[in-house]
């Protein structure tokens, strides 16, 4: 039963249970992804929904938000609104808050987490040494990363954090975005393909959606250097994985290291059977601070919504 002096709030996909407590407390709260039937679900409760709380990575469907006719707001967890139909929650005049300014932190200590982990052997090397294969032959030879040409593909704030922490490494930094930004210290490249070009290391840090699908694609990956590496803490839309898996397969790039895929959790038998590569279950944000701090960022964007105040972090 409804208590009909707290607002309804539909859960899509499962976030963190310090939040979803929060959300009980608070709001009548009802979890779509634990329906059978999501839609035959929805044709009979959607019009009591207020505000949908959703993940960066799952988003919500127009299919869904035609059966919410009173939805006013959608939630984050998360940064990324490519999931969103926007377009079509600009008819509706329903608002959109993200998780902005928590997660930057995290995800770019993943991309160097991933760029060293790749360049010197880290995930082969804890195999090597627990299969006791030290006791038989010498482990093989990394790559240096100090010293060496980044490229970062998205220069907004992750792209930022991640040259500020490469810049400690010594690297030569450029990058490409859909704006110059003329106050950084860093060199701007015109395209993607010139980047990828004179880059050792290649980090994906743009946002996901149809504009940028496939940006990576079998010419960008041609471009790089057969020793270079990929590394995509961004989305797995932004690269075509058919052409990274022939690439790697044929040894023209050095190897990826990915956190995010374009089919999650499905990962390509091709790329997991790969020994160039270091795989990640998209986990940039996934620490206890972070995941705290985002849970925060959306109560806090929920609370100003139904109490008719500017949403903290609105877009």
């Known amino acids: 039963m409804t208590d009909s002096n707290r607002p309804a709030v539909l859960l899509i996909a499962s976030v963190p249970d310090a939040l979803i407590q929060r959300l009980n407390a608070t709001y009548t709260l009802y979890k779509l992804y634990e329906q059978a039937e999501p839609l035959a679900f929805l044709a ?14 799952v988003g919500v469907s127009d299919a869904v938000l035609e059966n919410l006719s009173n939805v006013g707001m959608i939630a ?21 808050s993200i998780t902005s300014g928590v997660l930057t932190n995290d995800v770019a200590d993943m991309a160097l987490g991933l760029m060293l982990s790749g360049a010197r052997n880290l995930c082969s090397g804890d195999r090597f040494v627990r299969e006791q294969q030290w006791l038989k032959q010498a482990p093989s030879l990394g ?71 496939h940006l990576i694609d079998a010419n960008v990956i041609a471009a790089m250097p ?14 075509d994985e058919k052409a990274l898996i022939t690439a790697l397969q044929n040894k023209q790039i050095a190897g990826a290291a990915l956190d995010v895929f374009a089919e999650e959790p499905q990962v390509p038998e091709a790329l997991l059977a790969l020994d160039n590569v270091v795989l990640q279950p998209h986990v940039g944000s996934a620490t206890h601070e972070t995941r ?23 877009l």
């Not at 984050?76 to 959109?96: E, P, S």
């Open 143 to 213: 790559v240096q990363v100090s010293g060496k040409k980044l490229g970062i593909v998205g220069m907004g704030n992750i792209g930022q954090a991640i040259a500020r922490r490469a810049a400690a490494f010594d690297m030569e930094i450029a990058y490409v975005s859909r704006t110059e930004k003329t106050d950084l210290p860093w060199r701007a490249v015109t395209s993607v393909n010139a980047l990828a070009e004179q880059s050792d290391f290649l980090v994906i840090a743009a946002s996901g959606g149809a504009s940028t699908r």
């Open 292 to 314: 705290q701090r985002m849970g925060d960022v959306v109560f806090a964007n929920l609370d100003a919504f139904f109490h008719q105040r500017p949403l903290p972090n609105g």
């Open 226 to 239: 057969a020793h270079a590496w990929l590394i995509n803490v961004a989305r797995g839309s932004l690269v």
């Open 76 to 96: 984050v967890f998360g940064v990324g609104t490519d999931a969103i139909n926007l377009d079509y929650t600009r008819q509706k005049n329903i608002r959109i």
């Open 44 to 57: 009979q409760t959607g019009h009591q929904i207020q505000a949908v709380v959703t993940r960066g990575d």
